[in-house]
Structures are given as structure tokens and as C-alpha cells.
């Protein structure tokens, strides 16, 4: 006769084969996720619930007796099902500032990373500011990336951006943050080669032509 099933405990192992499945319709998810597009009427908000689906089946499953610790995820993914049928939950509502920033977080991110790779052309006997900002913008181009406004980035408009970045201050400007975080991660690379590391990691946070306006 054989042993009844023991009771699995907290951090207990999960079973195997349920574990592998989600895992498997993660990484699909992950796959089928390269198709995001933030300019689609919902903002890309269906391809960002099923990917949420699945990192919480995949959790729930890794973690079988702590499925309370994925209560923050599951609201998130109710409160952006309830955006698409008109409501708003208090998790999503905006905050009202006094100085709201002129644009989105992901714009001022995105200036932050461009203005951190101008800055790191510009090191000593690498390339003047005007020059640095021009190849950087050059850089953009060809790797698909446009403004928001659907226009080419422009030498200029990099030199706006790096100067924001090295006259706000980290503590009121979440951009600025990512831009000193981003030149100190890459401080021990040579100029050009930091420069071109940076520029590298954009496609992982942003696509070619993102940041772009939505569809109205």
C-alpha cells in the first residue's frame, strides 16, 4: 500500500509539467509581445494583458503557495481591462501636479539614453558638442527611430535634450535619474564604444519610430 501524497508546504517545489507549460506559453507570449504597437487605439494595452497573463500563470505556478504575493499584478491586469470598458481604477488614475511634465515619462526616458550616448562622444578629444549631437542624431535615424512628431531627430533638438538633462536636477526629474544612471553603468567603456553600447540597449525599451503619438 502505498504512502498517501504528502501536503506541499510553503516554497515547496511545483509540479514539473504544469511549471514547463506555463513556462512554454510565457516565452510564446514573449514572442508574440514583439508585436506591441503603442499606437493602436487601445494604446497596446490587449498585447501588455496577455503578457501579464502569462507572467502570472507562470509565477503562480513557480510559486503555488503564495499566490496572494501576485495580488498587485492581478489588479493591474483588471484595471487595464476596465480602461477598455470605461473605467478607471484609483491604481490608474493620474495624480494632479502642480508641474506636470510637458510630455509622456517614456519620451523623457527615451531623450535621457540619447543625450547620455551625446554625452559620452563628447569626451576629451572625441568630438565637439555640435558634432557629437549631429552623429548621435545620425545614429537614431538609421536605426529607424523618429520624433514624436513623426520628423527626423535633429542635431539640435539632441542638444536641447543633453542640456535639460545637465541642468535639472535627479531628485526632481525622473528622465535626469536614467540619464546619470546611464553614464555611470557605462563610465568604464571608452566614449565612442559607451556610446554605441548605448544606443544599443534602446530597441529592448523602445521600438524603431517609439516614442510615437497615438492614433487618435
Sequence with gaps: MQ?????QGPGAAPQVENLAGARQFLIETLNNSAA?????????????????????????????????????????LY??????NGRTVPLLKPVKVKNRPKGPLNDALF?????????????????????????????LTRMGYKHP?????????????????ETDLPR?????ARYRLTLDLVKAKPGKEAAEFILQTLPAFWL?????????
Excluded: C
Design 149 to 165: 512628431s513623426g520628423k527626423l531627430i535633429r542635431g539640435s533638438q539632441l542638444a536641447d535634450w543633453r542640456e535639460k538633462m
Design 111 to 139: 531623450r535621457a539614453m540619447a543625450a547620455a550616448a551625446m554625452t559620452r562622444l563628447m569626451d576629451p578629444g572625441i568630438m565637439s558638442r555640435q558634432t557629437a549631437a549631429e552623429e548621435i542624431a545620425r545614429m
Design 172 to 176: 526632481e526629474n525622473i528622465a535626469v
Design 79 to 84: 484595471g487595464l481591462a476596465d480602461l477598455d
Design 3 to 7: 504512502d498517501p501524497p504528502q501536503r
Design 36 to 76: 506591441y504597437n503603442p499606437s493602436v487605439p487601445d494604446g497596446g494595452r490587449a498585447s501588455v494583458r496577455n503578457l501579464l497573463v502569462a507572467v502570472i500563470q507562470f509565477l503562480s505556478e513557480l510559486f503555488p503557495n503564495d499566490a496572494y504575493r501576485l495580488m498587485p499584478l492581478n489588479h493591474l
Design 208 to 216: 524603431p519610430n517609439f516614442p510615437k503619438k497615438p492614433h487618435s
